[in-house]
């Protein structure tokens, strides 16, 4: 198929108004050789900005991340911000990881920002997520933004933004801002300032790292060998550096995937849940009769963990990880006033938890720019390896702060004679085991999501797993407790729980299951019946 008229007209004005000369190469040899499908595609609409901000493919054209995107995402957030605050003078905090051309939009950003009257913040080179979510509180900022796409493949970028309260948007401000940037339709008409932004000093990382430092109690044990692999992310020397600081000597760091590389040449997908990620710091674990495995993901927002299961290792599932950290918060003691919260994907043993110490405990939608905003939050997670465990200091996800205190319980208990697997007994005990298990169903064509969300909403399955369906809730609905979001769940007369819903940032439908029961081979055995009918039910 040849490139039509109306393409080939759009592709060309497009070409005329991008200043990277990259991307504007790029779209005129796709031009020459004709490449239909892959220009309809670039050009099959603007690259969506929601509560996630952006995130993509990199590239030419306004379905891709780029330059010509970017600059206008910096117009419209810095014309919301002035608009809605009534002033010029906004200061916008900017972050970047290491990823392709990261450091460009960056740039980018803080040239219109400044440009526009505003105040640019850049930090002072990659650093992880949760360092420019700090520095927005921390520095007083009206606005945050952070160049990353987080755990997403190589060919990814994006834009993720916060407001002045250190959490990520919600509605209606993502399309508040969406509608914004549509007001700047060009980038040739935006201004950019060559100068005039200001780069954060290091103190600002001094500063983080005596925030997060003091999650961990000073005189506790230490005795504890780990392995940290970052990912080839920007996470390592931060991690490294907080570990060590809170006295933690014992760390080894996977070498080949210490230092940050945005092709992320030793896995196949740099995201610690997926199979594979974390192969090569189990070997370093192996070798070196290590204790716990720490990985961040590539902007270190994120934490797994993986421990001795007999004579190898298993990796802790989030749902673990998110009852271990919240039981020792508990252990600790926490204010008469706190509240723990987690995302209606999640595990309900935080909630069982909560319950029994006498703890308020809210569940949220899916995502941080929900769990944040709990009113009083003390502790928040989310099954996909994010926990926030002080919230004064970083209100979002944060790997490396949970990392310390995840050490912190392992070394506590290797000093009892005792292991992580052995509190997670002691919690089934007390509270029954809550277990917990997920899978994607990735489409190379999202309307396929569409589709199967439509099937199971007109059609919902009667049982699951050999029991009858006793709610079915569309989520879309909303409710006194929660937004309407894009979702379906289910509860059979056993208590298994099914959610069902597409993914924010990536082209997959997920699927969520838990099962409580007080015999472990008979709860795991619901939980397999269970998965295999929504396997079933979601195929394309």
């Known amino acids: 198929m040849s490139v039509d008229a109306d393409l080939r007209s759009r592709v060309e004005a497009w070409i005329a108004d991008d200043p990277d000369p990259v991307t504007r190469q790029e779209l005129s040899t796709l031009l020459r050789e004709d490449a239909a499908d892959e220009l309809a595609d670039r050009f099959s609409?603007?690259?969506?900005?929601?509560?996630?901000?952006?995130?993509?493919?990199l590239g030419g054209g306004p379905h891709r991340m780029n330059r010509v995107v970017v600059i206008r995402a910096a117009a419209g957030l810095t014309a919301y911000l002035q608009e809605s605050l009534g002033r010029a003078d906004v200061t916008v905090v900017i972050g970047y990881d290491a990823r392709h051309n990261s450091d460009v939009f960056a740039r980018d950003t803080a040239a219109v920002v400044t440009a526009a009257g505003g105040r640019a913040l850049v930090l002072p080179r990659p650093l992880p997520t949760p360092v420019l979510a700090f520095a927005i509180r921390h520095l007083g900022a009206d606005a945050?933004?952070?160049v990353t796409a987080s755990h997403n493949p190589p060919q990814d970028n994006g834009y993720k933004v916060y407001l002045g309260d250190g959490s990520q948007i919600v509605p209606p401000a993502d399309a508040q801002i969406a509608a914004s940037i549509d007001r700047f339709p060009l980038a040739a008409g935006i201004p950019l300032a060559q100068d005039g932004w200001e780069t954060v000093s290091d103190d600002l990382v001094e500063d983080y790292l005596d925030a997060v430092c003091r999650v961990v109690t000073p005189e506790g044990p230490r005795a504890l060998r780990i392995v940290h692999t970052a990912l080839h992310g920007v996470g390592s020397s931060i991690a490294l550096d907080?570990?060590?600081?809170?006295g933690f000597g014992e760390v080894v760091s996977v070498a080949e995937q210490a230092e940050p590389d945005p092709d992320f040449p030793t896995?196949?997908?740099p995201n610690p849940e997926e199979p594979g990620a974390i192969d090569r710091a189990l070997e370093t674990a192996r070798r070196h009769d290590a204790d716990l495995v720490i990985a961040n993901d590539p902007d270190a927002d994120r934490c797994a963990a993986a421990?001795?299961?007999?004579?190898?290792?298993?990796m802790l599932r989030g749902d673990e990880v998110g009852a271990l950290l919240g039981h020792h918060l508990l252990r600790g003691g926490v204010p008469d006033d706190a509240v723990f919260a987690n995302s209606i994907v999640s595990s309900r043993l935080l909630a069982a938890m909560s319950l029994a110490a006498g703890v308020e405990h809210h569940e949220t939608l899916t995502g941080f720019k929900w769990i944040s905003r709990v009113p009083g939050l003390t502790y928040g997670y989310e099954e996909a390896l994010g926990y926030c465990v002080d919230p004064a200091s970083v209100r979002d996800k944060d790997g490396v702060s949970a990392a310390l205190l995840l050490a912190e319980l392992a070394a506590t208990q290797r000093a009892a004679g005792r292991s992580l697997t052995d509190v997670l007994d002691d919690l089934a005990a007390a509270h029954g085991w809550h277990l917990s298990d997920s899978f994607s169903v990735r489409v190379d064509d999202l309307a396929v999501i569409g589709t199967i969300m439509s099937r199971l909403r007109s059609d919902p399955p009667k049982t699951l797993g050999g029991q009858p369906v006793s709610r079915f809730d569309d989520l879309a609905e909303g409710s006194a407790a929660l937004p309407p979001t894009d979702g379906l769940r289910w509860f059979t007369a056993d208590d298994t729980r099914v959610i069902v819903r597409p993914s924010g940032t990536e082209p997959k439908l997920k699927v969520y299951l838990e099962a409580i029961g007080a015999d472990r081979a008979e709860t795991t055995a619901r939980l397999a019946a269970t998965r295999a009918d929504l396997e079933s039910l979601t195929r394309p």
Do not use: K, N, P, Y
Not at 242 to 246: N, V
Not at 307 to 314: E, K, L, M, Q, S
């Open 144 to 146: 945050g933004v952070m």
């Open 45 to 57: 609409g603007l690259l969506e900005f929601g509560t996630a901000g952006l995130r993509g493919a």
């Open 267 to 269: 896995v196949a997908f």
């Open 307 to 314: 421990i001795r299961d007999g004579a190898d290792w298993r």
């Open 242 to 246: 907080a570990l060590r600081r809170s």
